[in-house]
């Protein structure tokens, strides 16, 4: 494949404005094709979304089935079949039958914004009206709309839009690479989640609504798995402090962490699970967020009424599809096909670790990422100047590898990472090749760098 320099020059707004963008064919499984018939491994599920694979027909077929009855109908007037049998796919896949009511939406960020304004109504209805502030986590991404931005501690992406929109307290990440508190493995006590407490009383645990974080980082650093025991801890505090948990499982849920919630990992239950990606795969843009029954309860019985909305909640054809996917989560056992083969694909990744520049690999079930350091001892990060994410993700694509490098190294404070989160279905043969793939790419780029 020829590296291009000319960028599109067509009608579209592209998000990298000097880059040139191949145009998208086709897709089967792992695989897809552009124009020009150059072959690509998913190696990131896109934006770690795909999960059961390009072009399956059963979707397809869900698809036209529904488009054949009704393609739109508005939530404030009709429910649909799909949207009922969406929900009770979803709810089949929580923790907890407590987690039993969907509130459904078009993408991640929404879904985020929806479940915190939840949270903050729950509370003025549950008669402690002065709960309103979320805290979240620095090194984390909750989406890009104005209020999903200030939750976020995605410095990169929030740099150009302050100052935001939402008061937002960050406590530290469970960042065990490069722990905050200079803690290892081994002297680790779970400072990171006892700052959550810190912060609660710095704050006013009465002016608190709810902990919103990923229970394992994606865009922001790479697939980062917090130490055993952090999300019980977080668990017990909030049950303290009288806090909600706002899972943000957009990326890590669904099956992607080897468990149909991530936090099943840990045998937690959150207050909300909030997911989009691989709730459709792709298929179709949707996100949800399952919320405990005492919230819906508590609002029922209260004003009756959740005063938001959007136009395409609960869109048939997104139900359609969304419940297709889920359906076919289940009768293919892909859930624990992610477990597996996601450890394979770690145990593949590790052994990039003798390559000089890359100074952690990391996951969990499909979800996994690799860190770029320029030394391996010390830790340093790359200059961000030196791009080293775009240049190690452009020598992959160049190979036929689509990864998902994040931008999270651009604060100087980490370093360049990326997502490696296939569909749950690759094979081992693919993953090998996917390695393969990866070593030359970052051999390639090493041998520019020095
Ligand atoms: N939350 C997390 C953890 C994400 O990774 C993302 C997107 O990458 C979002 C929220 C926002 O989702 P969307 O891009 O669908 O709005």
Redesign the pocket.
Known sequence: MAEQQIPNLDGNFYRNLRKYYPTVDRGEGVYIWDTDGNRYIDGSGG??VVSIGHGVKEIREAMLKQADRISFAHGSHFTSEAAIECSEQVVSLMPSPELNKCYFLS????A?ETAVKLARQYWREAGKPDKFKTISRWTS????TAG?LALGGHTARRRHYQPLILHTPHIEPAYCYRCSFEKTPETCNLECADALERMLKYEGPDSVSAFIA?PVV??TAGALVPKDGYWQRIRAICDQYDVLIIS?E???GVGRCGQNTALDNWNVVADMV?M??GLSSGYIPL?AVVVKEKIWETIRRGSGAFVHGHTYSMNPLAMAVGAAVLKYVKEHDLVRKAREMGQYLLEQLHTLRNLEIVGDTRGIGMFCGVEFVRDQTTKTPFDPKLKVNAKVFQAAFQRGLITYPGSGGADGIQGDHTLICPPFIITREQVDTLITLLREAIETVTQELY
């Not at 991404?141 to 890009?144: A, K, L, R, S, V």
């Open positions: 934006a770690c993408e991640g960020s929404t985020i991404y909750h989406g890009n999903a990923e994606g865009a943000d957009v990326m890590a909030v989009a990606k996100g």
